[in-house]
């Protein structure tokens, strides 16, 4: 029967402990306890948001860089291509100019052998009617010495002409 | 995997000192009982209600019928005055002293203090209080004392570490108190937790730490404080305070005017408010005899087992030898479950408590929630 009991000096002292414990680990135990691990779980918390941001940072990071990447690769291909277009043209007109003045040299070097080759003409020409002025006059004055001397030197002019 | 080790070695060390202390309490009464000039007959019946109820004095051994105790102050309030004496003045219950003695007889008031007239008749009428410092409350001063440091350590080494990883003692705290904490408060409670942490934390710890103190066989350990009527009484009673003053107006329409009940149960005759205001009074009563009977039972179970030695031992003394081989493993299988109902009790204490004053602080709207998801 002692057994079931309450005792009232114990009861009393057990209020009395308890809520002294409880007003010291409340104040003085729990709370900094709980203060700690909640801030702990913050932190660790916020560690892993900042990993998981970091990390989509990085992602876009990764994204820019191929952009910008692709950007440049792209800008060089342009600059080249254009660089290519110009030197062709350049070496197209340069070709061209050449070909024109190649051309024009030629005509007129062809020119100046036409000229020359008139003059020449002319000058056989005049050469030709000089001598045939002498040999007529030749032939007139033999005519009139030797009708005989006269067919054999015309040959033998004729020879010349020939020689000649 | 540390922890575990550490338990395995602080299992082997108490096993240990269980065993050992055994002994050591015992074999003084071995050779007692084989003198034949003390030819009382061994009682197993008071000698574990003795061991298991409050004293005056700590009793730590007897030697060849001397006893060895603490002798504890006796405090006592009667007729306006503070009486204030050491209990070695009653000699062990023997003697009175100032009018007080220790009651012999069996029956409700056996072991406590009564008071009685000069031929030492007991004066039932007399109104005194008792506050004496008894082996129960030392114990509790002693428990509350080593509970505090190691509390305070603890939360000395969490300001000193920061919020880095627990360190010493706060490695040992922190898993039980998370354990607590996210499985039995928070989910019992809700979002309103927080103010009803610290209460429940330091009951778990209280009765945790007084529940493996008792099971230590030998002094400071030893007094049945969790398995005291007046010890669970009092927590139930700050579980019923707390539930009750922070019942809200959902709570107590609950109880007097409970929903989704057919109104002939609630008039004329107020059947279903009587029921559920009984019912607000039972939950701390189970939660004050259920640690109580736990803890007692088994302190009750594993001294029976020592007592057995001395039964045996009284018809036979080789038999007497022989069975304590036996005994002494069924007391250390006792105390392995002991250890395991310390923790249990502890948590379904603090479990249902925090049951309790969820049901009183939950909102209307959860619940119709809960309702609408089953």
């Known amino acids: 029967m002692e057994l079931v009991l309450p005792g009232i000096g114990l009861m009393f002292w057990m209020t009395l402990s308890f809520l002294i414990l409880l007003f010291i680990l409340g104040k003085f135990g729990w709370k900094p306890i709980m203060g700690m691990l909640n801030k702990r779980e913050k932190s660790i918390t916020d560690a892993l948001q900042e990993a998981e941001k970091t990390r989509e940072e990085m992602r876009l990071l990764k994204i820019d860089n191929e952009l910008l990447l692709k950007q440049a690769k792209e800008e060089r291909d342009a600059i080249v291509s254009e660089a290519r277009k110009v030197s062709q043209k350049m070496y197209d007109s340069a070709k061209e100019k050449a070909n024109f003045e190649a051309e024009h040299i030629i005509e007129s070097a062809k020119e100046a052998i036409h000229y020359e080759k008139m003059k020449a003409i002319a000058d056989i020409k005049n050469t030709i009617a000089d001598l045939s002025v002498d040999i007529a006059e030749k032939v007139i004055l033999q005519e009139l010495k030797d009708k005989q001397a006269h067919s054999t030197y015309v040959n033998k002019l004729l020879d010349d002409i020939k020689l000649n | 995997m540390h922890l575990n080790i550490c338990k395995i070695k602080t299992y082997k060390k108490l096993c240990l000192l269980t065993l050992w202390s055994v002994f050591l309490f015992f074999i003084p009464n071995i050779q007692a009982s084989e003198n034949p000039s003390t030819e009382k007959k061994f009682d197993a019946g008071s000698t574990i209600i003795g061991h298991v109820v409050d004293a005056y004095e700590w009793h730590i051994m007897t030697i060849n019928d001397k006893h060895i105790s603490i002798y504890l102050p006796v405090i006592l309030y009667h007729d306006g005055k503070i009486h204030l004496f050491s209990s070695s ?75 880095g990883a627990p360190k010493g003692i706060a490695r040992i705290i922190e898993p039980i108190l998370l354990f607590i904490k996210d499985g039995a408060i928070v989910p019992s409670i809700g979002p309103k937790h927080e103010k009803y942490t610290p209460f429940l934390l330091t009951l778990f710890f ?169």
């Open chain 2, 89 to 163: 003045k009653f000699h062990h219950g023997h003697e009175s002293y100032a009018g007080f003695a220790i009651c012999q007889e069996k029956g409700a008031n056996k072991g406590k203090i009564i008071k009685v007239d000069e031929e030492g008749n007991m004066d039932k009428d007399a109104f005194f209080i008792d506050l004496s410092i008894t082996k129960n409350v030392l114990s509790l001063f002693i428990s509350i004392l080593l509970l505090t440091l190691i509390i305070l350590s603890a939360a000395r080494s969490y300001k000193k570490n920061g919020h």
């Open chain 2, 206 to 374: 209280f009765i945790l730490f007084n529940n493996l103190f008792g099971l230590i066989p030998f002094f400071p350990g030893g007094a049945n404080l969790t398995g005291n009527i007046s010890v669970t009484l009092i927590l139930a009673l700050f579980t019923f305070i707390v539930t009750t003053l922070s019942g809200n107006k959902h709570y107590w329409k609950d109880i007097f005017n409970t929903p989704g009940i057919p109104w002939w149960l609630k008039v004329p005759i107020p059947l279903m408010p009587i029921v559920e205001l009984i019912g607000v009074f039972t939950k701390p009563i189970i939660l004050m005899i259920r640690l109580f009977a736990n803890i007692t039972a088994g302190h009750i179970i594993a001294l029976g087992f020592i007592c057995l030695i001395f039964i045996l031992g009284e018809t036979n003394l080789s038999a007497g030898y022989g069975v304590s081989i036996a005994s002494v493993i069924f007391y250390v299988f006792m105390g392995f479950i002991e250890l395991l109902v310390a923790f249990i009790q502890a948590y379904v204490f603090t479990l249902l408590s925090a049951i309790y004053i969820g049901m009183a602080v939950k909102e209307h709207e959860e619940e119709h929630e809960l309702k609408e998801i089953h």
